[in-house]
């Protein structure tokens, strides 16, 4: 169900958990003046008269961010009455040399002083607000699945589509009930570096700058170290899109639509077989190392290159984190659903098996012998 869902939040992302929280449901939004706007070409006087305004505080190497922009170039083409408009606080020197690499179909203001950007209260990246005529606020929050929400106001709110884009725009709100879903995939070429994003809600899957090698991991299991051979660059990063809108696809087949339409797009199956192999076997010495978590979640991060950091991680977290980040086959020997927190080098194999060993108490057994491992096949 939907609710199973939540979002994923991806510490290689340049991405801050935190919304606007100075402004709420109904407030009056502050005057947006920027130094300098980039790309206007007259947008403004065509739109002199909208119904409701759309502002999204966004940067450059932002991933969540930059995932979002084709959901509002696709706004601003689809309701005319409607004015979109971004703020973000880089310079417009960047955001001319970004557009060139990302269609940008709306206005952005340049707010390098952050006046903005302080009085709307934006602590985090991406927030959007959107705001009635009256200049309150209507709707603000994280902007993934923004069409969504946009039109459950204008189907709410009537009264918000003028006359004259009334039955167009009551046309695009019955064809978009009556699609099932789509799905895009195409290799990322935005040049966004280690900046990555994830998020997956009941309606919506984006993922922007990730690479096979994670995407099989993530979706389908296979570590780094159980690809075999691939007739496909593990290392390419794509950007992939998956939008449903009947309410009876769930989050169950969300996440199968996902998975099946990934292997479609790319033209590959995945094949498992047993292999002879030298592994190792993870074995718990010493329960009383391994201190039990109190997170709610799983959450996982890299900090400063040296170290792998957990919270709420179980013991197959570990066994996934060896085979990912040092390319070793591992089994564990003791089935352990419990959540620990661990903190483990990354670039060392030697204080890896020191650092297990002395502060939680597990031990890297070497052994032999049939696993399993998968062949990325082209169709």
């Known amino acids: 169900m939907f609710k199973k869902w939540f979002l994923l939040l991806v510490f290689t992302s340049t991405f801050f958990f935190s919304f606007g929280q100075d402004l709420k449901f109904g407030d009056k939004a502050p005057e947006i003046?920027?130094?300098?706007?980039?790309y206007t070409e007259d947008y403004f006087e065509n739109i002199s008269k909208p119904t409701l305004t759309i502002v999204d505080f966004w940067f450059t190497h932002c991933a969540p961010c930059v995932a979002t922009i084709p959901d509002f170039n696709q706004i601003k083409a689809k309701y005319p009455f409607i004015k979109v408009i971004s703020i973000t606080f880089d310079d417009k020197e960047k955001v001319e040399e970004f557009s060139k690499k990302v269609a940008l179909t709306y206005p952005v203001g340049i707010d390098s002083e952050?006046?903005?950007?302080?009085?709307?209260?934006?602590?985090?990246?991406?927030?959007?607000?959107?705001?009635?005529?009256?200049?309150?606020?209507?709707?603000e929050g994280y902007p993934v699945g923004i069409q969504k929400k946009l039109e459950k106001i204008l189907k709410?709110?009537?009264?918000?589509?003028?006359?004259?884009?009334?039955?167009?725009?009551?046309?695009?709100?019955?064809?978009?009930?009556?699609?099932?879903?789509?799905?895009?995939l195409k290799p990322h070429d935005i040049g966004m570096g280690a900046s990555s994003s994830t998020n997956l809600t009941g309606t919506e899957a984006i993922l922007l700058n990730k690479n096979l090698k994670d995407i099989?991991?993530?979706?389908?299991?296979?570590?780094?170290?159980?690809?075999?051979s691939s007739d496909l660059?593990?290392?390419?990063?794509y950007d992939v899109k998956l939008n449903m809108s009947k309410p009876e696809v769930d989050g169950k087949n969300s996440l199968t639509l996902l998975k099946y339409n990934l292997l479609k797009e790319l033209d590959i199956h995945l094949q498992g077989r047993d292999v002879e192999d030298n592994y190792y076997n993870l074995i718990?010495?010493?329960?009383?190392?391994?201190?039990?978590?109190d997170d709610k979640f799983f959450g996982e991060g890299i900090y400063r290159n040296e170290y792998w950091k957990a919270r709420g991680a179980k013991l197959n977290d570990i066994k996934n984190f060896i085979e990912n980040y040092y390319n070793?086959?591992?089994?564990?020997?003791?089935?352990?659903n419990t959540r620990y927190n661990f903190t483990l080098p990354i670039h060392n194999w030697e204080a890896l098996i020191s650092e297990l060993k002395i502060t939680y108490g597990i031990e890297m057994e070497q052994a032999s012998g049939k696993m399993i491992v998968y062949d990325i096949l082209k169709n």
Do not use: C, M
């Open 33 to 38: 003046n920027p130094e300098e706007w980039f």
């Open 114 to 139: 952050r006046k903005i950007i302080s009085a709307f209260g934006v602590h985090g990246y991406p927030t959007t607000f959107i705001i009635n005529e009256e200049g309150r606020i209507v709707w």
């Open 156 to 184: 709410n709110q009537n009264k918000l589509i003028p006359k004259e884009f009334q039955d167009q725009t009551n046309n695009i709100l019955r064809q978009s009930n009556q699609e099932s879903y789509s799905f895009s």
């Open 216 to 228: 099989l991991f993530r979706y389908f299991g296979i570590t780094s170290a159980r690809i075999h």
């Open 233 to 237: 660059n593990i290392e390419q990063a």
């Open 284 to 293: 718990i010495l010493d329960n009383s190392k391994l201190v039990k978590s």
């Open 328 to 336: 070793k086959l591992v089994e564990l020997k003791t089935e352990d």
